[in-house]
């Protein structure tokens, strides 16, 4: 299976504006992201997918990949789309939608995620963790999963999902396998093809997650799970943080 990495890069940030391009020990936060994929074995190639020719240009300038792309998408998999029609080499059988603001993000990460994707009859894949602690449930910031026993999505949502009936003095991921989502998705071509024509859910809109738009509609959705840590950059302060990661303080 041929399979093409796009990570979508947007200079536009209301917390961090020009994110990608924000230095990290050297390289910028992009750059540091596509040496990370480019390292992946699964990947045949790795391609950014930007709405500003600064980001395009510098991408260009390190070595890399870069496409221009739309700036009126709603979403970073409507510019996967337009990336991967953009591709003159359309002899890709999948697409994986990586985030550009990991810059730690581990390839082996990314062969899990590649490898459920092989699975057999699965579309679409994503990846999660499995919660180890509590504070992580209370946080809408974190986004929850319930599966079926195959290990497809029921449900994704910004609550403690499910709910655990009755009181105890254990902390509620030690009662349940809790697991929250790890932003990363792999497509099927035919999927994702799919996946562009469908129109806003009410779920989605409800939770403001854009998988759910999915699931109303009948597709199913594999989770993986992974040890591998995220760390996304979206503030100031995570911006310090990984300067200090690479800095080793």
Not at 28 to 50: D, F, I, K, M, Y
Not at 84 to 107: C, H, M, S, W
Request: net charge negative; glycine share 8%.
């Amino acid at each position: 299976m041929r399979i093409l990495g796009i990570i979508p890069a947007r200079h536009a940030s209301t917390r961090l504006p020009g994110k990608p391009l924000l230095d990290i020990g050297g390289k910028s936060l992009v750059q540091r992201v596509v040496e990370q994929a480019q390292r992946c074995g699964s990947l045949a190639a790795v391609v950014v997918a930007t709405d500003d020719q600064r980001i395009a240009d510098h991408v260009h300038a390190f070595g890399g990949r870069a496409v221009m792309t739309s700036a009126g998408h709603p979403s970073g998999t409507d510019r996967c789309w337009e990336a991967y029609t953009l591709e003159q080499d359309k002899r890709y059988d999948a697409v994986v939608n990586i985030q550009g603001d990991e810059p730690f993000i581990a390839p082996a990460q990314v062969e899990e995620l590649c490898a459920v994707l092989g699975e057999d009859g699965v579309g679409i894949a994503t990846l999660a963790q499995v919660v180890k602690d509590d504070r992580d449930l209370d946080d809408p910031g974190e986004v929850l999963i319930t599966t079926d026993i195959q290990m497809n999505a029921l449900y994704f949502s910004r609550a403690a999902i499910p709910h655990l009936h009755g009181t105890s003095d254990r902390p509620r991921h030690e009662r349940f396998r809790f697991l929250k989502h790890v932003g990363m998705y792999a497509y099927r071509v035919e999927a994702l093809e799919r996946i562009i024509t469908l129109k806003p859910s009410p779920l989605e809109l409800a939770e403001s997650l854009e998988q759910l738009r999915w699931l109303e509609n009948g597709l199913q959705v594999r989770v993986g799970l992974t040890e591998h840590p995220s760390f996304c950059v979206d503030t100031a302060a995570d911006l310090e943080e990984a300067r200090k990661r690479v800095q080793g303080a």
